[in-house]
């Protein structure tokens, strides 16, 4: 049986990132998505501020040629996005200059106003805020995907929904296998589960089918796989027995399963 290969990682989608912000920005970003997925909120708004250092130096390259080096604190986070929109017109594109600093600003403001990653905020970091934080970084990722993939705002969105890093609690892998360790959940959102799980986004249908644990995979396939197929929530390759999560299976699991943490 021929198994497809993976769909190219965020990295690739960023490969017009240079590399000396390329790494520290998906590292960022990664711990970012972990950290706000397993409730560590204090943790994640750190992530978010170091994000916003990563990705305001790669703007200041892009538009200026010059960069405040790493290891060097900026003085001035809002001074320094403030220098990119007054930039002149040539020097990079709208999106570049104007649209994702002021993203990156709003983006900070919450990391250091909001009481996340720092002792005595005026409001204790929860859930709504970490949340927001999180879809602020997944918007600037999805615009520089945009970019420099040339895609449409639609597509890296789909793109980072299926491609982004994803750690959960509720997924233990044992013995090159897995297990969804929350219980009172149905075949069906296991199954989507652990498709989110899988940094490919895809899984042979025999292992998803040992990992829920079904009693046979023929009728695993009739029972779970073919309906979730005709609600577009996975891909149900029949010839390469090869299950793909969808962008609407990505929000079934983010919508309803892991907000019900």
Wanted: charged share 25%; hydrophobic share 40%.
């Amino acid at each position: 049986m021929s198994i497809p290969k993976a769909r190219p990682p965020l990295e690739d989608a960023l490969a017009g990132v240079p590399t000396q912000f390329r790494g520290k920005l998906l590292d960022a970003y990664g711990r970012l998505k972990r950290d706000h997925a397993e409730g560590r909120y204090d943790a994640a708004g750190l992530a978010a501020g170091k994000l916003c250092e990563v990705v305001l130096r790669f703007l200041q390259h892009m538009v200026t040629g010059k960069f405040t080096p790493f290891g060097t604190k900026i003085p001035n986070f809002a001074d320094e996005c403030r220098k990119l929109e007054a930039s002149p017109v040539a020097s990079g594109v709208e999106s570049l200059r104007i649209v994702i600093p002021r993203g990156l600003l709003f983006l900070y403001t919450m990391r250091n106003k909001r009481g996340i990653g720092h002792v005595g905020g005026d409001v204790e970091a929860n859930r709504i805020d970490s949340a927001t934080v999180t879809r602020l970084a997944d918007w600037v990722v999805c615009e520089l995907v945009r970019i420099y993939h040339r895609l449409s705002l639609e597509e890296a969105q789909d793109m980072v929904d299926s491609l982004a890093l994803r750690e959960l609690p509720d997924i233990w892998e044992v013995g090159g296998k897995k297990r969804v360790l929350r219980k009172n959940l149905s075949a069906s959102q296991q199954a989507l589960l652990l498709l989110y799980s899988d940094p490919s986004s895809f899984v042979l249908a025999e292992d998803l089918c040992a990992w829920v644990e079904y009693s046979q995979p023929s009728m695993f396939k009739r029972n779970v796989l073919r309906p979730l197929h005709r609600k577009r929530m996975v891909e149900l390759d029949e010839e390469s027995d090869v299950v793909y999560l969808s962008p609407l299976g990505v929000r079934e699991v983010e919508g309803a399963i892991l907000a019900a943490i």
